[in-house]
Nanobody
């Protein structure tokens, strides 16, 4: 089982990034998917969630109207489109797959928002 995130990097405030998380080793389409983030010295926080069918979705207040979560079950991939990025969005971003009592995590990708 693997979840591999990519797409992180350094971006200026106001910029955009799209994160991807590719899954393997389990039936991706049966899992709810989410993105979390963890800034230095802080707890890991929920950013967004998407259900197995793509709807409904949930967003933390801090990213609502700026981030969009989506999934492509044919590609075993979940995405996080991040727009209007702010310095406070700087963190390691993790994807997570959940079904009943089974949970898988990726290793994370660093996002740094700085001028």
């Amino acid at each position: 089982v693997q979840l591999v995130e990519s797409g992180g990097g350094l971006v200026q405030p106001g910029g955009s990034l799209r994160l991807s998380c590719v899954a393997s080793g389990f039936t991706f389409s049966r899992y709810d998917l989410s993105w979390f983030r963890q800034a230095p010295g802080k707890e890991r926080d929920l950013v967004a969630v998407i259900s197995t069918t793509g709807h409904p979705t949930y967003y933390a207040d801090s990213v609502k109207d700026r981030f969009i979560i989506s999934r492509d079950n044919a590609k075993n991939t979940v995405y996080l489109q991040m727009n209007s990025l702010k310095p406070e969005d700087t963190a390691v971003y993790y994807c997570k797959a959940v079904r009943v009592r089974t949970t898988y995590w990726g290793q994370g990708t660093q996002v740094t928002v700085s001028s």
